[in-house]
């Protein structure tokens, strides 16, 4: 496996569920990132993760829980989703954190929230 | 407010011809923009990056330009190929911090 990788691709979630993403690079970053893309909406920046420490956390509801065991993991815990939390879920990693550093995208989860 | 907009969603050019996508941003502190492609069930890859110490980057048939006083950023591709086809996103950070997203232009080159 090589650069960033997703799973699962696609979810479809009861807002009653609870359920996880995962995301794993290969490409030695010390940083990772979750984002949100809704339809004709911009990329926006979720959680940043340096080095296995949260470094940001863009006020983000509390039903999204993030986890970082080591620099090559990152998770996305989810529990009572609202339907509007329905989106495009990407993962990206960078050399280091912050807007200084080409970030590399995994494909994505596309989760639905019924 | 978006702090970096993409005002054309869609943009569709000849094979051969130059493609040119644009990018407007408000916040005068951002000093390195970047350029993504995405193709449809795949993530964003990085494209061309530029800093505000330049005014133009050059990687191939990929040309990006900024217009500091403006506040505008365009990539130039040239000739365009059918495989250039996807959508193309924009994003702006100022001094390290996090990168900010347009919303995205669908370029299609058609043969």
């Known amino acids: 496996e090589t650069g960033v990788t997703q799973t699962p691709r696609h979810l479809v979630m009861g807002m009653t569920n609870k359920k996880s993403l995962k995301c794993e690079q290969h490409l030695g970053h010390n940083a990772m990132y979750w984002y949100k893309q809704s339809a004709k909406k911009p990329l926006e920046l979720m959680f940043v993760?340096?080095?296995?420490?949260?470094?940001e956390n863009n006020s983000v509801p509390s039903r999204f829980s993030p986890e970082c065991p080591n620099s090559s993991h990152l998770f996305l815990h989810l529990h009572t989703l609202q339907p509007e939390d329905s989106a495009l879920y990407l993962c990206a990693s960078s050399q280091g954190a912050g807007g200084s550093y080409e970030q590399y995208f995994g494909p994505g989860t596309r989760l639905t929230v019924t | 407010d978006q702090q970096v907009k993409q005002n054309s969603p869609s943009l569709s050019v000849q094979e051969g011809r130059i493609s040119i996508l644009n990018c407007d941003y408000t916040n005068s502190m951002f000093d390195y923009f970047l350029w993504y492609k995405k193709y449809p069930a795949e993530g964003p890859t990085f494209l061309i990056s530029?800093?505000?110490?330049?005014d133009k980057n050059e990687d191939g048939r990929f040309t990006v330009f900024l217009n500091k006083s403006a506040k505008h950023l365009s990539l130039h591709i040239v000739p365009s190929q059918p495989g250039d086809s996807a959508v193309y996103f924009c994003?702006?950070?100022?001094?390290?911090?996090?990168?900010?997203f347009g919303t995205g232009t669908s370029l299609t080159v058609i043969p």
């Open positions: 993760y340096s080095l296995e420490e949260r470094v």
């Open positions: 994003a702006a950070s100022a001094a390290g911090n996090q990168f900010y």
């Open positions: 530029i800093s505000s110490i330049k």
